[in-house]
């Protein structure tokens, strides 16, 4: 097959097909990410644990993307020997995150304080309003659009030979993603809204309940507990359709670009 002849998948298709293999290996999809949520609540190994079934379950679902499944058990093999390097993607791509978010923050700040100190309180205020309001709108944007460069770092780690360190997986994934950085922006945004009546069940409504009691009581502390319970809950319901997604915008860019050495290249 030429590498013209591979056409992408549409925003539609990818989360669409998300959604398909969630739905598909729902059992083992859920086992797996309510693991990997027990696993978060215990500090250092236990998060590594957790970056790596995300690894996991991403590792499935593009083996069954290429009509190669692989059980659970074969798939532990691949993963398990680098479970610290999962740690490592996943504090890399949180660090860059951390670093984008305090620039921002400075910059917002600055855009703001600038004009007051030097136009006076009243003018000062209006045009760092409207010049802050600009860098908020512009920091999003590039946040996400980093963000979009970083969004299957862990998947090369998961499926690739060639690929066995954090850093890496985090470079491939800045590589394989730099045509494509509108594309997995609509995707991000499509996978969101497709998530958030979940959120709003296991996140939101539960704030609401909290809110209406008061600090320091033995309801607000059994209105918190049941709220970060119902938290975890959706967050497990929703890991699994996230990792799917990356699976197939790998798939996907993987095959337009490299083609026919999909399978050559992790030999």
Not at 180 to 204: E, H, M, N
Request: hydrophobic letters at 50%; aromatic letters at 12%; one cysteine or more.
């Amino acid at each position: 097959m030429s590498q013209s002849s591979i056409r992408p998948l549409g925003v539609g298709n990818v989360v669409s097909a998300g959604l398909v293999m969630y739905r598909s290996n729902l059992k083992t999809y859920l086992k797996l990410s309510i693991t990997a949520y027990l696993w978060l609540l215990i500090p250092i190994y236990g998060w590594a644990k957790y970056c790596a079934i995300h690894g996991l379950i991403a590792r499935l679902a593009f083996c069954e993307l290429i009509n190669k499944p692989e059980t659970e058990s074969a798939a532990r093999d691949r993963i398990d020997p680098r479970l610290w390097s999962f740690l490592g993607v996943g504090f890399g791509v949180g660090l860059r995150l951390l670093g984008l978010y305090i620039l921002w923050y400075l910059a917002l700040l600055a855009v703001v304080l600038l004009p007051i100190s030097v136009l006076g309180t009243q003018t000062g205020v209006f045009i760092g309003i409207i010049v802050g309001l600009a860098v908020f709108i512009v920091g999003i944007i590039m946040i996400i659009r980093f963000y979009s460069r970083w969004f299957v770092a862990e998947v090369p780690l998961a499926v690739e030979e060639s690929t066995t360190t954090g850093s890496q997986s985090i470079d491939r994934s800045w590589d394989l993603t730099k045509d494509a950085v509108g594309k997995i922006q609509y995707i991000i945004v499509v996978a969101f809204l497709v998530t958030i009546p979940i959120q709003i069940v296991t996140g939101y409504i539960p704030s609401f309940f909290q809110a209406g009691t008061e600090p320091g009581t033995s309801a607000y502390a059994t209105a918190q507990m049941i709220s970060l319970l119902l938290s975890l809950v959706g967050g497990a319901i929703i890991m699994p359709f996230w990792q799917a997604v990356k699976a197939v915008i790998y798939y996907d860019l993987r095959s337009r670009r490299e083609g026919l050495d999909l399978r050559l290249r992790d030999r």
